[in-house]
């Protein structure tokens, strides 16, 4: 059971580390349902496994990590609603083939 649990874990830090990594890269931006989703699924995930382990730290941790990615996705859909979300993906190619910003997209 304590390898499930572990592997439980593991998801929920591998989607954190997925998210800073992409926005890293420049594949997602901090202000994106994309970036916050995974942020928040990951941390709800490390929740329940820093309960299980009855980590105070950890729990407190990932609660303040849900919260703020929580709050960002409510701010977002309140203002834009369940629209399309292109801002996970920071660059498009124009029609020769150069690297052309989102925002001369839209």
């Known amino acids: 059971m304590s390898i499930l649990w572990d592997l439980f874990g593991a998801i929920g830090l591998a989607m954190i580390l997925a998210a800073f990594y992409l926005e890293h890269k420049k594949e997602f931006q901090k202000q994106s349902l994309a970036y916050n989703g995974l942020n928040l699924m990951g941390s709800l995930i490390l929740l329940v496994y820093a309960v299980h382990l009855g980590s105070v730290i950890f729990i407190a941790l990932n609660l303040v990590w849900v919260l703020i990615a929580g709050y960002f996705i409510l701010k977002r859909v309140n203002k834009e609603g369940f629209k399309k979300d292109y801002s996970h993906t920071l660059k ?15």
Request: aromatic share 0%; no cysteine; glycine share 6%.
């Open 92 to 106: 498009e190619l124009n029609n020769n083939g150069e690297a052309k910003s989102l925002r001369d997209l839209q």
